[in-house]
């Protein structure tokens, strides 16, 4: 099962003579993906048996970020962590040591296994993420629970508003889902402040400014009420704190909400009416909207359209967006990551600011330590240029586990060798289907590679732990994982199915758990923590429409969206039959914006803020709106002379949830 960062977790067969893998291919039986991969892995195997691979331990011998190091044996690496770890935690204490583990594997024992090492010895908790709790902690807000509709059901759906989600890119196995149900009459509606591939597809595209999405909606909220769409039945049955919202969206006309958006009135009107009198309707949206400082409140609001239409009365009716928290009903996250081993609180420490966790000298606890697993934050991270700065210390000790010199490993004082995903055993999860998918190993370790679970159980060895599940084999880890789940016959089959309603209605009962058992309009909740109890819109504080002295220094809203096809996020951009044919990073604005800056189609911009500056070839397009600019992301900063994208991305942490203001970001641009 493919593990990448990708909701779609494709089925995989991999053909293997004499113990080499020598052909990859989609399983044609897997129930969501039949047989079909992406760009990205269908050259999967080149990644595996590339020359630059890592395959043995590295001990730098150059300067950090010089990239030169020296091949060493296991028990040589092992020994000096466990001889750095100790002298830390002797001066400092443990919480002076960071694991940053990310979603470069996503599966459930390379993620969460090495919890138990990270607890029993005390380390440092990263709390929050850099994508995907925002906008969890946004719909929760509303109905007390992540879960929404299975995006498959969207087969039965009349209308599909596609908000913030470039499906045919990200998502390229929902779009046939999509294309049925529009060949059987649903209008596709994509909102979005870039123009996709997706949006190029739609019935219709709408384009707010960036980071707006909220007044739209409060718009729509208004034309709902004012033209009598509201499904008052439902929302009398079901909701609390609608008399309250009424109110508090009369000022929201599509005059209004049109001028924030930077939308036509018209258009608002037509969105709302649209909404509220076709069925079944559904919203659906990814993790892109919650990169924003206002994430959350985008999420909390969305969520309430469904309510007020009564869109949970219809299968095909409701709100998509990832699935995964289905999962945890087949799924012991606890016994995975065994936090009774810990014996004492772990310092909690956001990891979204990772660059200012690595250079802040107030800290009472500098973190001396930084252990790198599954990521490469020098290339996904925000403000990925103070992540630079604090992997220069010379007082800091990283280790990186790793298949390739990333940028991030370039820094290192220890590079230990990752396996693939063709070499170890694992349970991936999807959010974006219900199907929870095994992994069998079909080749062995290449080189001196280990997995995430065999990195820790050598790292507990070293230290000397001596508590039993510190040592647990893969298959025990699995079946302690999915206690209710024949793992044997996983394993045989090759998926299980999360449970989920007969009659594709998550909430048909209209029962939601919150403390209301109701969808909350008005959430008494967010109101205890300091948080608008109703559906609020704010500018950000680093937006075209927020602190004027900023605007005009930097003029321009910046976004870092995918656009690329062949490699995702910050994997394969530096393999030969990907990274070519995606060119160099870029950036592209409209022609007007052009024009009046002097820049031409395939010249050369400077685009910088107070975070970085960056050199890039100049896209004249249409896909953007007037004083939007986009830099597409993903590649190594090494690579192209340090033009990463994050270097000029804002780390300031969103309204709750524990996420990121990627998209909250002011620029300038001028000729280079």
Not at 30 to 43: A, D, F, I, M, Q
Not at 323 to 347: E, F, H, K, Y
Not at 629 to 657: M, Y
Request: charged share 20%; with cysteine.
């Amino acid at each position: 099962t493919c593990h990448h960062d990708c909701p779609d977790s494709c089925g995989w067969h991999v053909s293997v003579h004499d113990g080499v893998a020598v052909q990859l291919r989609g399983n044609p039986a897997h129930p969501y993906s039949t047989g079909e991969l992406c760009p990205k892995v269908n050259r999967f195997l080149d990644r595996v048996y590339s020359p630059d691979r890592i395959t043995t331990p590295l001990r730098r011998v150059g300067a950090k970020g010089e990239g030169r190091f020296e091949p060493i044996t296991w028990d040589d690496a092992l020994g000096e962590i466990a001889d750095r770890f100790r002298a830390i935690i002797a001066t400092d204490g443990p919480g002076a040591i960071m694991p940053f583990v990310s979603a470069g594997n996503q599966g459930l024992l390379a993620l969460l296994f090495g919890d138990r090492f990270w607890n029993r010895l005390g380390a440092i908790e990263l709390t929050g993420a850099l994508c995907g709790a925002v906008a969890g902690a946004g719909s929760a807000s509303t109905y007390g629970t992540g879960k929404g509709l299975d995006p498959s059901e969207l087969r039965h759906s009349k209308l599909i508003l596609l908000w913030g989600t470039n499906t045919r890119l990200t998502n390229r196995h929902l779009w046939p889902v999509i294309e049925a149900a529009r060949a059987d009459g649903a209008q596709v509606i994509v909102i979005d402040p870039i123009r996709t591939i997706t949006a190029e597809s739609a019935d219709w595209f709408v384009q707010p400014l960036p980071g707006t999405d909220v007044a739209l909606m409060l718009g729509m909220m208004h034309v709902l009420v004012r033209d009598q769409l509201v499904d008052t039945e439902w929302v009398e049955a079901h909701t609390t704190g609608f008399d309250e919202l009424r109110e508090h969206v009369a000022g929201w006309t599509p005059q209004v909400a049109g001028a924030a958006c930077g939308l036509d009135p018209a258009d608002v009107e037509r969105l709302a009416r649209l909404y509220g009198t076709i069925r079944p309707a559904a919203i659906r949206t990814l993790i892109g909207a919650e990169h924003h400082e206002h994430g959350a409140m985008f999420f909390r609001t969305l969520t309430c359209l469904p309510a007020l239409v009564g869109a949970w009365r219809d299968r095909g009716g409701g709100y998509a967006r990832s699935v995964g928290v289905w999962s945890n009903a087949i799924v012991d996250s606890a016994a995975l990551m065994g936090p009774s081993l810990a014996t004492a609180p772990r310092r909690a420490l956001p990891m979204v600011r990772l660059g200012e966790l690595l250079t802040d000298p107030t800290l009472d606890t500098p973190v001396r330590a930084l252990v790198v697993i599954a990521a490469n934050p020098l290339v996904v991270v925000p403000n990925a240029e103070l992540v630079r700065q604090g992997l220069e210390r010379d007082d800091l000790f990283t280790v990186v586990h790793e298949q390739f010199l990333t940028d991030t490993a370039r820094y290192a004082d220890i590079v230990l060798p990752a396996t693939t995903h063709i070499e170890s055993i694992d349970v991936v999860p999807s959010w974006g289907h219900l199907h929870v998918g095994w992994n069998e190993p079909a080749i062995a370790p290449v080189g001196q590679s280990v997995s995430n679970t065999e990195l820790h159980r050598r790292l507990a060895g070293a230290m000397g732990f001596t508590e039993p599940s510190l040592f647990d084999d893969d298959l025990t880890v699995a079946r302690q994982a999915l206690p209710d789940v024949d793992v044997d016959a996983l394993r045989r089959d090759g998926w299980v199915t999360a449970p989920y309603p007969a009659d594709g209605r998550p909430f048909g009962d209209g029962v939601f758990p919150t403390a209301s058992g109701k969808v909350e309009l008005r959430s008494e909740l967010l109101g205890a923590l300091g948080r608008p109890e109703l559906p609020t819109y704010e500018p950000a504080r680093e937006s075209l429409n927020g602190d004027a002295d900023l605007v005009a220094r930097f003029p321009f809203a910046l976004l870092t969206p995918k656009r690329h096809t062949r490699f995702l996020n910050s994997s394969y951009s530096h393999l030969p039959k990907h990274g070519p044919l995606e060119g160099s990073p870029y950036v592209e604005l409209v022609a007007a914006d052009a024009e009046r800056l002097g820049l031409v189609d395939g010249g050369r911009a400077r685009v910088w803020n107070d975070r970085a500056e960056l050199e890039l070839t100049v896209q004249v397009t249409d896909r953007l709106r007037p004083g939007v600019v986009a830099i597409p992301w993903g590649w190594w900063r090494d690579q192209h002379g340090g033009a990463t994208a994050n270097a000029l991305t804002n780390d300031a942490l969103t309204d709750w949830g524990g996420g990121v203001a990627y998209s909250s970001t002011l620029v300038a641009v001028t000729p280079a």
